[in-house]
Every structure is written in C-alpha cells, then in structure tokens.
C-alpha cells in the first residue's frame, strides 16, 4: 500500500462532501463488516456522515453486528444522485454490486479496495490485494499506517471480517493476519463473544441444511458429495449453505464438495470447495470464480444441465 495513495486517498476524503460505501450484492461477514467499519472510521476521523447501501439480502447470522442498523437497501434511495466519494469494497466483479452499480457509475470518484482475482479494476483509485484474506483486513493495515483512530466497534468489525474470510483463520496462509488479530484481541476484541454473536440463525434454516445434507450424492469413489437445494429449500435457507458445506467437507474421503441451488427454472447456484486440489479453474469454467479451494458460479441453466455440466468438469481434477 503506497503511502502516496493513502495521502491521496485521505484528501478525497476530506474533500468530498457526499460519500456512500458498499460491497458485493448479497453481503457475507467481511463485505458487509468491512463497509460498517469504514462508515465509522469516516466518522471518527473526519466527522463525516456515509451512506451504507446493499442489495440482495443480509444473512441473519449478521443481525447482531455492531451498526448493522446502518445498512440501507439500494431499492430505498435516489439511485440517480452523483456522489463525491463512493467506496466498493469487496465486490469481486462489476455483476456482483448488482442494484447499487448506479450509484457507483454515477460516482465523481471511485474507490475500490478488494482481495479477488480476477482483477477487474473499476475505481479512479484502488487498494486491490489478491493475497489479502480479507478487505476488514486491507483497511486495517490502512487505519494502522494512517494513524486513523479506532474505537470498539471498529475492532469488532474487523475482527468480523477477519474471521468470517478466514473460517476463524482455517484460510489463513500468513502470520500477518494472525498478527493483525493479536493487536486486536490486545484491544479489546473477544474472539468468544463474536462466534456467540454469529450463532443467530433462524432454526429452519440450521433444520433445511441438515435435511439437504442428508440427501447428498456421491461420486468418484466417494471423493465427491453434491448436495442439491431445491425451489422449497431455498426459501428456508438464509445465506449461501455453509451449515451444508460444512457437514459435507468433514466426511472421512470426501475431497470435493459441491452445492447447488436451483434459484429459479433456468439459474442455478453453484458453490464448489476443496480440501486441497484447487477448483477454481471449474467455478471459471461455469463462468463464475473464487478462491483456489472455495469457488462458484451462477449460471443460467437448469440444474439438472449444470449437475451433468458440474459432474464432467470434476472428471477431469479427481
Ligand atoms: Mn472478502
């Protein structure tokens, strides 16, 4: 991160007069919590209001973190207004901002910090760091080099979206998160209090993902599980499946998991993870991405077509 680009970034920030913050279509821990922590950050240290905007909908195991309340739908404002400043954070491609992407068009500047590959820069300025594991973290590096002051909920937010990226640091592949983590622990971050804060999911849910788990298929001598949610399912089901995913990934054997939804007749959801081969080349092949071993895609087909399309694809890795 130059420190040219940070004074840059700092003087827009003073300038501008209107600014607004969001992340990816759909929010998960350190979209949602990365935005929240820069919304205060703003304030603290430039006694400036920003508007919070999502699309999509917000997972209820988020209901609880700090300034949740701060979050506006895009459906809900003037999408038409030109603001100064408008920050995308964690937005991976230009199809994942979904209803806010006119906000950001109309935006008299840009700034985008972001942890995906493939880089599909859109902002006048950028903080893009595909070895970060996380954008709460890309903005904490920013605070710490800044000298911006931070209080609790700030800390709260990052450790949110540390944790959350990380699967509580399962992902992580460097000491410099880890150390990150510490400095917030010593501020006053309890790790305990936040997995607490995140068991908030409605019982129907945690309920539908067990039953969607115990109806997985297995291929390629067990190595494969794919998991099927179908049109019932996915209403009952907040989030992106993880609770399914999870079950799944701990079988002795299993190397490969895949998931999909069918979200309407001809759009299914695809979430792919892997123990250790990376599948990020099939999420890219059903035109989606990730990560090496956690990846997906939408795609516009039946799920019957993708579950074929999905099961080739795997033929080739296992
Ligand atoms: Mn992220």
Redesign the pocket.
């Known amino acids: 991160m130059k420190t040219e680009a940070l004074n840059f970034l700092t003087e827009k920030i003073r300038e501008a007069k209107t600014i607004a913050i969001t992340g990816h279509k759909n929010p ?1 821990g ?2 949602l919590c ?1 935005v929240l922590a820069l919304f205060q950050l703003i304030k603290l240290n430039f006694n400036k209001n920003a508007l919070c905007l999502y699309d999509g909908n917000i997972p209820d195991m988020l209901d609880n973190v700090p300034l949740r309340e701060k979050m506006q739908y895009f459906g809900k404002v003037d999408l038409s207004k030109k603001f100064d400043l408008v920050f995308v954070l ?1 937005y991976g491609t230009r199809n994942h901002i979904g209803g806010v992407l006119p906000v950001v068009d109309n935006a008299k500047f840009i700034v985008e910090i972001d ?2 590959k493939p880089e599909c820069k859109i902002g006048n300025l950028s903080f893009s760091d595909g070895n970060a594991f ?3 973290d890309i903005i904490f590096n920013m605070t710490k080099k800044q000298k911006w002051k931070k209080d609790q909920l700030v800390n709260d937010l990052f450790a949110i ?1 540390i944790l959350t ?1 990380t699967g509580f640091f399962k992902y992580a592949r460097k000491g410099s998160i880890l150390r990150n983590m510490a400095a917030l622990v010593d501020d006053g971050v309890d790790i305990e209090r936040i997995s607490n804060l995140l068991n908030n999911k409605p019982k129907k849910d945690i309920l539908t993902e067990a039953a969607v788990a115990s109806r997985a298929e297995f291929f390629y001598n067990n190595r494969l599980a794919l998991a099927t949610i179908d049109s019932k399912d996915y209403k009952n089901i907040d989030g992106r499946g993880e609770t399914i995913l999870s079950l799944l990934t701990q079988i002795k054997g299993v190397e490969f998991v895949v998931l999909l939804k069918r979200q309407k007749e001809n759009q299914t959801g695809v979430s792919l993870r892997s123990k250790s081969q990376p599948i990020d080349a099939i999420a890219i092949a059903l035109g989606g991405g990730g990560h090496k071993c956690a990846a997906g895609a939408v795609v516009q087909d039946s799920l019957d077509n993708v579950r074929s399309k999905v099961l080739e694809l795997f033929r080739g890795v296992k």
Request: hydrophobic share 15%.
């Open positions: 998960d350190d979209s990365s964690d942890h995906h996380a954008v709460g979206s990226d």
